[in-house]
């Protein structure tokens, strides 16, 4: 970075995904509302970066509890049973544990890095691309990525209930150009099946609408999310539905996580991986190709592979894009080409994702 970094003042700039879950505002998801064995997970989930450390046989101090306060650290125990005891470098602990460098300003890494506020145009609505449109479903993750590139999302502004969904759907009924309505978050699956059910309903009333689009990572970090009832609410629709799942690196993908997967996949929704090109994380030929044969071998195809997205505190994550590039080519030549993802970057304002190869 050619850039003088500056520390980060500690202070909150916007609501994190935290905040919101804690106030309880969302009406998809209440924490009262625990009876699921996935919600059971989800209230064990670890919430500090000590109790991280702890857990993993780790100095406590290891974890920077000031970039902690900006964006909480929450990680299922499922994540965490895939990581390796006593290491500070696992790679899943990488992606949740908030360090010092998180303080470091960069400025060209931002708090809007894809343009999502200018995209928006009703209020949970973002319009970026022909023929698809996104709702910002709930602003509530199971776990916290330190790369997320929505970290800083002001959730709080977006529709709290059903009702409040009115002129975001109105928008979409409107737009005949749209076949495509994906749900993003946040997590959607984060939602109740109850309330997914009604959205996904909702969505189906709109006679142009043939396609929905479900981006979650709860069938990686909370894989019992992935139960009967949900395969039935996401199948139960006149829509076609794919799933697009977002794993970073081969040890995400087993134990629970792969039979969550197999689960999806013999359900027969199409189900695809999109990855972050990560420092330290997946930077290497030989991670990324473990993560694409274990997707394949689950039935999950490679989508994308992204490249970083500079938002604000994740400057230490970035892969120069040259090295990404000689990834894919060497991924080419050790896989077959259904298996190797695109290498892409949201650039604002382009008219689709901008191929890096
Ligand atoms: S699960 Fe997705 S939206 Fe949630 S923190 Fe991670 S990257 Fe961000």
Redesign the pocket.
Known sequence: MSATPQMLPNSKQTAT?MEISNSALLEGYRPENHGSAWQQDLKQAIRTPGELCERLGLDPEVGNHAASEQFPVVVPESFLKRMKFGDPGDPLLRQVLPVVEENVSVPEFVGDPVGDLSARTEKGLLQKYRGRALLIVNGV?????R?????EYPYLEEPKSLEDWQPALDAVAADHSLSEVIL????PLMMTDARLAQLIGRIAEINHIQRIRI????PI?LPSRVDQPLIDVISGTRLQTVFVV?ANHPAELVNDCADALRRLVQSGIPTLNQA?LLRGINDSVESLELLCKRCVNLGVMPYYLHQLDRVSGAAHFEVPVEQGQRLIEQLRERLPGYAVPKYVQEIVGEPSKTPLL
């Open positions: 995904p993750c199971a776990i916290h990525c790369y997320c590139f929505r970290r993003s978050g946040g997590d981006h979650s990572r709860l970090v977002h972050v």
